[in-house]
């Protein structure tokens, strides 16, 4: 570490990709020209402490913007997943909501059923009854018109 900064040494990776952050030495990078014959004008990122003897962050500037692009881009792509995922949700959300209200319905429909059928099956009972008593005299009319009949064919 270079006796001009005081920040702890970065991760190797930390430095690697899009536009550099941090220095492997922990410094943040600056942008300088180019002054060699082959990239003049040319823009890099580099370390104030590069003249120290360790090694330092060097990239060139279109290189990270690239990078950072694709990174854009790549995000870009992942949020327009989510926003779809998203959208998907929201129409089950909905689908539940409307299932949920069915039930509901359906939970009221079966209430009223039941107490329709408790009325009735009351009515019903009520009913048999009537009839169990109507069938009952009618056997006790005919019982006694028979023994009427009956006795009356045996005195004759």
Same mark, same amino acid.
């Given at each position: 570490?270079s =006796? /001009?900064?005081?920040?702890?040494?970065? !991760?190797? &990776? &930390?430095?690697?990709?899009?536009?550099?952050? @941090?220095?492997?030495? +922990? %410094?943040?990078? !600056?942008?300088?020209?180019?002054?060699?014959?082959?990239?003049?004008?040319?823009l890099?990122?580099t370390?104030?402490?590069? %003249?120290? +003897? &360790?090694?330092?962050?060097f990239?060139?500037? &279109?290189? =990270?913007?690239?990078?950072e692009?694709?990174? @854009?881009?790549?995000?870009?792509?992942? /949020?327009?997943?989510?926003?779809?995922?998203? %959208? =998907? /949700?929201?129409?089950?959300?909905e689908?539940? =909501?409307?299932?949920l209200?069915?039930? !509901? %319905?359906?939970?009221?429909?079966?209430?009223?059923?039941?107490?329709?059928?408790?009325?009735?099956?009351d009515?019903?009972t009520?009913?048999?009854?009537?009839t169990? $008593?109507? $069938?009952?005299?009618?056997?006790?009319?005919? +019982? /006694? $018109?028979?023994? @009427?009949y009956?006795?009356?064919?045996?005195? @004759?």
């Amino acid at each position: 570490m270079s =006796a /001009l900064t005081n920040t702890s040494p970065v !991760k190797y &990776d &930390d430095t690697e990709y899009g536009i550099p952050a @941090v220095c492997y030495c +922990g %410094e943040r990078p !600056k942008l300088q020209p180019s002054f060699t014959r082959t990239n003049p004008g040319s823009l890099y990122y580099t370390c104030r402490n590069r %003249e120290d +003897g &360790d090694y330092h962050i060097f990239k060139w500037w &279109d290189e =990270a913007m690239m990078e950072e692009l694709k990174s @854009v881009k790549e995000d870009i792509l992942k /949020l327009t997943c989510l926003n779809q995922m998203r %959208e =998907a /949700l929201q129409d089950q959300k909905e689908e539940i =909501a409307n299932i949920l209200n069915m039930h !509901k %319905e359906n939970q009221m429909e079966l209430g009223r059923l039941k107490a329709l059928i408790a009325n009735k099956s009351d009515g019903l009972t009520m009913e048999l009854k009537l009839t169990n $008593v109507f $069938v009952a005299t009618l056997f006790i009319i005919f +019982g /006694l $018109v028979t023994s @009427v009949y009956v006795s009356k064919t045996m005195t @004759v």
